[in-house]
């Protein structure tokens, strides 16, 4: 009766954010606290979490459904580097980049590679040491 609503925990709702997966772009909702799930599309496991460069990193390939963020001291050397809401370099990156998003590359920062996204934005004082850029919409 009365008694029980009064001393039941009000329901949480679980707060959502829309996601791409980088196998399918297929557009979901995952848990804001999500780190890694499967894409219900393609079952694929997805990394949803951004990944943010605070100091040296070296990885063959670094996928995620968020941001990839390369502080002023961070390095990030890798063959491939995919990230569907895009990628922020205010140190140094070294990878063939496809951002399903834009591009932001920092007045201090210093690029290595190709860069593929459907929007770049560089600063003045930016350093581009070779590498292809495209503009591609998704």
Same mark, same amino acid.
């Given at each position: 009766? *009365?008694? =029980?609503?009064?001393?039941?925990?009000?329901?949480?709702?679980?707060?959502?954010?829309? $996601?791409?997966?980088?196998?399918?772009?297929?557009? /979901?909702?995952? =848990?804001?606290?999500?780190?890694?799930? =499967?894409?219900?599309?393609?079952?694929?496991? $997805?990394? $949803?979490?951004?990944?943010?460069?605070?100091?040296?990193?070296?990885?063959?390939?670094?996928?995620?459904? @968020?941001?990839?963020?390369?502080?002023?001291? @961070?390095? *990030?050397?890798?063959?491939?580097?995919?990230a569907?809401?895009?990628?922020?370099? *205010?140190?140094? *990156?070294?990878?063939?980049?496809? =951002?399903?998003?834009?591009? /932001?590359?920092?007045?201090?920062?210093?690029?290595? @590679?190709?860069?593929?996204?459907?929007?770049?934005?560089?600063?003045?004082?930016?350093?581009?040491? @070779?590498?292809? /850029?495209?503009?591609r919409?998704?």
């Amino acid at each position: 009766g *009365l008694l =029980s609503r009064v001393l039941r925990p009000p329901i949480v709702r679980a707060r959502t954010r829309s $996601v791409r997966c980088y196998h399918c772009l297929n557009h /979901f909702d995952a =848990s804001e606290k999500a780190i890694t799930l =499967s894409c219900p599309r393609c079952y694929q496991r $997805v990394e $949803v979490r951004d990944v943010i460069v605070r100091d040296e990193m070296r990885a063959k390939v670094v996928q995620t459904c @968020g941001l990839v963020i390369i502080e002023k001291k @961070g390095r *990030l050397r890798a063959e491939a580097v995919e990230a569907c809401e895009g990628v922020e370099v *205010l140190g140094e *990156l070294d990878a063939h980049c496809v =951002s399903h998003a834009h591009v /932001f590359i920092g007045a201090k920062a210093t690029w290595r @590679g190709d860069c593929t996204a459907p929007m770049i934005v560089m600063e003045p004082g930016a350093k581009v040491l @070779g590498g292809r /850029f495209e503009i591609r919409r998704n």
